[in-house]
């Protein structure tokens, strides 16, 4: 028997388009499967939200199985959905073989072919279905986002139920992003001993054949976590953008390490010619900056212009000076940041493009980005990602040839929003910051032991602990980040109004 492991991209809560594609899979002259398999969620969709509720959205599955069932006369076909079962909305599989339509809530065992197939929706190591020991191949659907370096890990669960279970077992992951969540594709096999012996390539569409009857050679996962984690970063950049309908990004250049990644990104996601990097600066923008944009934007091959941005600075300064007694301070510096989203939401306009945000998880923690401001845009790439982390990713980058200018990555950070300004001024170095900030999200160890195991002030502690329960108001306001761990700012929601004692 042939089997059809498919990576499958579909867009959420479009029920008839993912159903024609479904359809478009199971007409395909090659490569012909006596079995198509696509993973949870391929009918409906991933993430639905609400939606998952919605009994409008839901009614839509039962007319699409009809479609799909006409469809499976030579080739059955096993996949996700979601439904409204004793009007409670519900995930399920549904097996369909020459027009019957076979729902599965949890697992099962059918008979196709002469082979008893347990249908798992779920992963190798979950806890809530029981192993049919008289399967002859065990298939597991799934819908599990990508985190950063679980995709090991997934492997050797599926290669340990193999084993344990002396069956063949079969995986099939969603493949696609949206709303920040990204899903990989995974598609992989076990034999009964328990070796991996297929493996599809993450975070791409394909599909993967594995043939009962065949003498397969045990085949390895190897990839450095730094160029699977830039995978899937790239991959969820280009598909949120182009199941937004658009095809080209806009974003500051400033010649700093964030946007010189969030550039890196943008090109491997959507190629050079539809990265349209602007660099806006002011009167506290040093030519190093400029001149460091510019190489990365050469090396690249992505669009960059110059937009000053002090005419329209001064301009709003004269037209409320009698108000600004400190032109200055830090109402000058939100009005400079403001002022550049506005000229590059303009520009997003212009080119129809989607506005890039380019702030890190550092940044966004502790409140260090302007509300309106730098923060502005529909997508932040790194905004799960550590400054440290971005730093380790550039040199990853840099390894074979210099794709960031290393003048980039050795310059002290700084928003050059003020002459002289660095960031160091008012936070901790970012790899000691980052180890508070993991503390105190990851372990939710309280400021004394943060500081003890950092080896570092208690009141240095205290004043970043202080700059993250304020930034609250600021955070809950920013666009979705491209999810990649297990702790993402994106699922933090804390009361704006609050105390909490540290």
């Given at each position: 028997?042939?089997?059809n492991?498919a ?10 388009f ?13 490569p012909?499967?006596?079995?198509l398999?696509?993973p949870?969620a ?32 030579d ?6 959905l ?6 409670e ?7 369909i073989?020459?027009?019957?339509v ?7 065992t ?6 008893h197939?347990q249908?798992?929706?779920g ?16 298939l ?15 492997l ?7 084993k ?18 990204i899903?990989?594709g ?19 569409e394909?599909?993967l ?11 390895s ?5 730094q160029?699977?984690l ?5 991959f969820?950049?280009r ?9 080209k ?29 602007v ?12 001149s ?9 091959g992505?669009?960059?212009e110059e937009?000053g ?5 001064t ?20 009005l ?8 590059l ?12 945000s380019?702030d ?12 309106y ?11 799960d990602?550590?400054k ?12 074979t ?27 901790p170095?970012?790899a000691?910051l ?7 999200f ?7 032991e943060i500081?003890?195991?950092?080896h ?11 700059r ?22 994106n699922?933090v929601r804390w ?8």
């Amino acid at each position: 028997m042939q089997i059809n492991l498919a990576s499958f991209n579909p867009l959420a809560a479009d029920i008839t388009f993912n159903a024609k594609s479904i359809i478009d899979l199971l007409r395909a002259p090659a490569p012909k499967a006596d079995l198509l398999v696509l993973p949870e969620a391929a009918l409906c969709g991933c993430p639905l939200f609400d939606l998952f509720d919605d009994k409008r959205l839901l009614s839509q599955a039962a007319p699409a199985l009809k479609n799909i069932a006409k469809e499976t006369k030579d080739t059955a076909v096993v996949f996700g959905l979601a439904e409204r079962v004793n009007k409670e909305s519900a995930t399920a599989l549904a097996f369909i073989y020459k027009g019957k339509v076979t729902k599965i809530y949890d697992c099962e065992t059918v008979d196709f072919k002469g082979l008893h197939l347990q249908l798992v929706l779920g992963m190798p190591d979950d806890k809530n279905f029981s192993p049919d020991p008289d399967a002859d191949i065990v298939l597991f659907l799934m819908a599990r986002p990508y985190l950063k370096g679980n995709l090991a890990p997934r492997l050797e669960s599926l290669k340990k139920y193999a084993k344990k279970h002396a069956q063949p077992a079969l995986m099939c992951n969603l493949l696609g992003g949206g709303d920040g969540m990204i899903f990989d594709g995974l598609t992989a096999a076990a034999d009964k001993k328990g070796n991996l012996v297929l493996l599809g390539e993450p975070f791409k569409e394909q599909v993967l054949t594995y043939d009962t009857e065949a003498a397969y050679k045990p085949v390895s996962y190897e990839m450095p976590w730094q160029e699977e984690l830039i995978n899937a970063l790239a991959f969820g950049l280009r598909d949120y953008v182009h199941k937004s309908g658009l095809d080209k990004v806009v974003f500051g250049l400033s010649g700093g390490i964030d946007s010189a990644f969030t550039a890196a990104l943008a090109a491997k996601a959507l190629g050079g010619e539809s990265v349209y990097c602007v660099s806006l600066p002011s009167y506290c923008t040093s030519d190093l900056s400029k001149s460091l944009a510019g190489q990365l934007a050469r090396s690249l091959g992505v669009n960059l212009e110059e937009i000053g941005v002090m005419p329209g600075l001064t301009a709003l300064k004269e037209s409320f000076a009698h108000i600004v007694s400190h032109p200055k301070d830090a109402t000058e510096q939100e009005l400079q940041s403001r002022l550049r989203t506005t000229i590059l939401g303009a520009l997003a306009t212009e080119y129809n493009a989607m506005l890039l945000s380019t702030d890190d998880k550092s940044e966004s923690a502790v409140g260090a980005f302007i509300l309106y401001g730098d923060a502005g845009g529909a997508l932040r790439p790194i905004g799960d990602l550590y400054k440290s982390e971005i730093y380790e990713l550039s040199a990853y980058l840099n390894q074979t040839q210099e794709v960031i200018p290393q003048g980039i990555i050795e310059r002290a950070p700084t928003s050059e929003l003020s002459p002289n300004q660095k960031d160091e001024d008012q936070l901790p170095p970012y790899a000691a910051l980052d180890k508070i900030l993991r503390l105190y999200f990851e372990e939710q160890l309280a400021a004394a032991e943060i500081a003890k195991k950092c080896h570092t002030k208690l009141e240095t502690v205290i004043d970043v602990l202080t700059r993250i329960n304020a930034a609250e108001l600021k955070r809950s306001q920013t666009a979705p980040a491209l999810e990649v761990s297990a702790h993402p700012l994106n699922g933090v929601r804390w009361p704006v109004i609050k105390k909490i004692n540290l």
